[in-house]
């Protein structure tokens, strides 16, 4: 604190006036030595001088006479001054295996000259598109085409999880060039997603490479959106086959890919918090034996309780109010809920 350095014992029939014998500054050894009756100037960061115990705040003193700080209230021993090993003491562990360096342990490790630390890298995640109607360049779409919007954005989430995104372009509806694609993919990256040509129509490549190429599993998974997984290795790369519907295609990423690669890359926690909230307006649903994530606006009230609303259309292309919803409302199989009532929420930011 930038102040006075005193003896606590000088300063108890505050106000008193010491005599001030030197300045300690910050970056050095203070070369003064306290005695009785005396002060130290002192700014914060600097070394305690010899003699003193306690730091009195320069708001807490006036100019005395001759020279001289008036002390204007009592100090304690140990006021303002900081001691080694208040933070970390010699072999405390830091920070257990698993935990994600933010800035803060970044921070905690510089304190300690831990320059170099061992942790996962990164994992470098590549991103395939497939679909003979993709369009990638930013022309007029020829009729039958749509833009490719599945690799920017999967792209993008793979940044925001903290991976290396690998952009492995987009291939048309043809064996020879999704088995070049994946190829290249697995050469150059420890994961792939893939989205579109995983379902079951005449030109759903993508199913037919991967069964070639690798150990791969093929499933219908009671959720809606995001029925239709895939998942295996290639050469021992694993490799996401996610649909190819958007909504679809970024909610598999969340439900499934995000977690594996969390867990690949020595995450302790996989999964996004799930919280109750209070439905403001009914979200409708029919029974048909599948978990039910609806794209919900997330707000809190003043109270700190979230209340959820629906972010837009339903339907597995509608690509938009996913964009602008910020949570999963986990509808279980039935009848939905109604206005006013709790539900269970995916936070997704
Ligand atoms: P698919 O799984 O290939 O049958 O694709 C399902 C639906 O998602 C089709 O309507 C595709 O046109 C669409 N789709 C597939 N890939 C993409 C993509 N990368 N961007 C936007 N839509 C896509
Ligand atoms: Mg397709």
Redesign the pocket.
Known sequence: MDGYAARAEDTAAAPVTLEVVGTAAAGAPPEVTVRPGQAVRIMTGAMVPDGADTVVMVERTSAGTGGGVTIEVAASPGDHIRHPGEDLRVGQVLFEPGTELGPGHVGVLASVGADVVEVVPPARVGVL???D??SSDRGELRPGH?R????PMLLALVKQAGWVPVDLGTAPDDEDEITGAIKRGVATCDAILT?????V?DF?FVKVVLDRLGDMHWWQVAVKPAKPLAFGTVKGTPVFGL????VSSLVSFELFARPALRQMTGHRHLFRPEVPAVADEALHRRPDGKLHLVRVLAIPDDEGRLHVRSSGGQSS?LLRAMALANALALLPDGGGVKAGETVKVMLLT
């Not at 989205?195 to 379902?199: A, E, H, M, T, Y």
């Open positions: 598109s497939t679909g109607e993709l749509i490719d919007s599945n690799r989205s579109g040509g995983v379902s129509g759903d649909p190819g519907n958007p292309h």
